[in-house]
C-alpha cells in the first residue's frame, strides 16, 4: 500500500504564521495605546493654555482699577468690598490682584508679590484635576517696577507702577 500524501500545513508553517499574526497585533495594540495617551495629554494642555488665557483675559480688566477708590464706576452706587466692582478678584483672596512688590526688570517668577488662584484649575474630576491626582495649582507673581515720571505710587500695591506677571500652572501629565 502506498502512503497519500495529504495537503495541509505543516506544524512550522502554523507556528510562523501564529507569531507573525501576534508580532502585528501588538504593534497595531501599542500604536492605538499611544495615540490614546498622547490625545489625553493634548487635551490637558489644551485645558492649560485656556485656563492661562483665561487668567490673564481677566488680570487684564484690572489694569486701570484703582483700589483705592470707592466708587470705581461713576454713576453707579459704591462698590462695596470684594464685589466684582472693588477691584477684587473672587479666585484671589490676597487682595489687589495686580498688587506686586518692586523687584528689578530682570529678576525671575519667585520674586514679587504671589498670589494663588488655584480654584479655578483644580476642580476634582476636571482634565487638569483628575480623580486620583493631586489637584492642579495656578499661581501668578505681580513685580512693579518704575516705569518713567509716574514714580510707583505707595506701599503696599504701588498703583501707579508698571506691573510684569509671570504665571505658573502645574499639573499630573
Excluded at 489625553?40 to 487668567?55: G, L, P, Q
Excluded at 477708590?69 to 466684582?84: C, E, K, M, V, Y
Amino acid at each position: 500500500m502506498k502512503a497519500r500524501k495529504r495537503p495541509g500545513q505543516s506544524l512550522i508553517e502554523v507556528t510562523m504564521a501564529t507569531m507573525i499574526a501576534a508580532i502585528t497585533t501588538t504593534a497595531v495594540m501599542s500604536t492605538v495605546l499611544s495615540s490614546f495617551v498622547s490625545d489625553t495629554r493634548a487635551d490637558k494642555r489644551d485645558a492649560a493654555a485656556m485656563a492661562m488665557r483665561r487668567a490673564q483675559e481677566t488680570l487684564k480688566s484690572f489694569v486701570s482699577v484703582d483700589p483705592t477708590a470707592i466708587n470705581l464706576f461713576p454713576g453707579q452706587t459704591p462698590a462695596i468690598p470684594g464685589s466684582p466692582n472693588s477691584g477684587s478678584w473672587a479666585a484671589d483672596a490676597s487682595g489687589w490682584p495686580l498688587a506686586g512688590q518692586p523687584c528689578p526688570w530682570n529678576s525671575g517668577p519667585t520674586v514679587g508679590t504671589q498670589h494663588n488662584i488655584s480654584t479655578l484649575v483644580n476642580t476634582p474630576g476636571s482634565p487638569l484635576s483628575p480623580v486620583g491626582s493631586p489637584p492642579a495649582t495656578l499661581t501668578y507673581t505681580v513685580c512693579s517696577y518704575s516705569c518713567g515720571p509716574w514714580g510707583m505710587g505707595a506701599a503696599p500695591n504701588y498703583p501707579l507702577a508698571c506691573k510684569r506677571v509671570a504665571f505658573t500652572l502645574t499639573y499630573t501629565d
